[in-house]
Every structure is written in C-alpha cells, then in structure tokens.
C-alpha cells in the first residue's frame, strides 16, 4: 500500500522569505507525484506534478518541487512567498493511471508580514 | 467557464435525514470522483466512476450511495445522516483511465446537527 507523510503540519514564515513544504511517500511500485493548493473555503487547484523525466518540476505560482527517488521525497519550495501564499498544501500519489490519488494530511503555509 | 461545478455549496441538516449532493463536469473527462474532506482536512477517496462505471468503492457505509447519471454528472446520496457525516466532501474529474492529474470542485461543506 502506498501511503504520503507531510513532514510538517504547520509552518509559518514572513513575507519575500524561501519555504520548503516536506513531502515523504512509500510505495513499493513507481509512483506519479502531485502538489496541490487549497485556500480558504475553496477546492483543490493542482500545483504541480511529476510523471517522468526531469526530476525538478515547476509549477503556477512561482513553485517548483524536486523528486528524489533515493529519499522517496517530493519537496515543494519557493524562494520568496507573498501573503497570498497562505493556504493548505496537500501531496498525493497516484501508482498508475485512472487510480485514486492518496493524499498527505497537509501543510498549513502562513505567510505574514 | 466553470469546470468541476458542486451543487449545493453549503447543506445544513439534521440527523436522520437524507440528502444529496450534486456534481457536474463541463471538461469532457471520463472518469469522476468523490472525495472526503474531515475536520482535520484530511482527504480520502470514497467512490469512482468511469464512463458511469463504478470503479472505486472504498470502505463507506452503504448509507452512501453514488449514481452516475451520464458520465458528465456524478452524484452522491446520503440516507440516514449522522454527526460523523460532517464534512466537507469533493467531487474530482480525470481526463480519463490513462492519465493522472484530477480537477476538483469547490467543494460541498456539509453539516448534521
């Protein structure tokens, strides 16, 4: 069974400062990696995503995130995030096509300022 | 414009009740989905459909019962509601079975007093 570990529950940071949301999946297949945004009382918006080839994939808003096969990570980052950064990050994984995706239990961002 | 659209928004009821929520997708996507969102923000899948085929029923008590009226429209009954029901639940579309990112709606935030 697969299954997603977000590292961290909470993290809070200041305006223009660099973040890194942790993300740690386990899988005994490959496995299809996804970052996606939920802010207040709104659905879910996908980030990014991960399929093959580069193993450093950017996505809207300015994030990017860095599969590393060996940790069995999938780390989101920016370099500098605004206040309208604030909102619930969620990692999932997918091990094939059409199959549900499993989700992390989330990172809460708070950007201030 | 709207893609993965929920219908109602917010549902207020009482225990013992039944109720549905509707979902539609102007995407053309094949495969749909229900997801549940505790107070915890935790997400998990419950059902899925494909080309009005059921094709993922996870562990949910029977008094949860999805119907597929075309592949456009995935709804989801709720007979014999309990406090534990609460949540906010999510309905998603895929492009279809061989590929892997899903498109969310805004979700419906249901609350059994």
């Known amino acids: 069974a697969q299954s997603v570990t977000q590292l961290d529950s909470q993290v809070p940071v200041f305006e223009e400062a660099p973040v890194e949301l942790r993300c740690n999946y386990s899988s005994s297949v490959s496995v299809y990696l996804f970052w996606y945004v939920q802010y207040p009382n709104q659905g879910l918006q996908l980030l990014l995503k991960?399929?093959?080839?580069?193993?450093l994939v950017k996505g809207i808003n300015g994030f990017e995130a860095e599969f590393n096969k060996s940790q069995t990570s999938f780390h989101l980052r920016k370099p500098s995030v605004h206040i309208s950064d604030t909102a619930e990050y969620f990692c999932a994984v997918s091990v094939r096509a059409g199959t549900a995706l499993i989700f992390g239990k989330g990172t809460t961002l708070s950007v201030s300022s | 414009d709207t893609a993965v659209s929920q219908t109602p928004k917010y549902l207020v009821t009482q225990m013992g009740n039944d109720k549905s929520i509707k979902c539609e997708q102007n995407?053309?996507?094949?495969?749909m989905y229900w997801y549940k969102q505790d107070s915890k923000k935790f997400l998990k899948i419950m059902f899925s459909y494909n080309n009005k085929e059921l094709i993922i029923n996870e562990t949910v008590p029977n008094r949860f019962s999805p119907k597929s009226p075309d592949k456009a429209h995935l709804n989801l009954h709720i007979n014999s509601l309990e406090l534990g029901d609460s949540a906010v639940y999510f309905c998603?579309?895929?492009?279809?079975?061989?590929?892997?990112?899903?498109?969310f709606g805004p979700g419906t935030r249901l609350t059994v007093t």
């Open positions: 998603a579309s895929r492009p279809s079975t061989a590929t892997y990112e899903q498109y």
């Open positions: 991960y399929l093959s080839g580069s193993t």
């Open positions: 995407l053309g996507h094949d495969t």
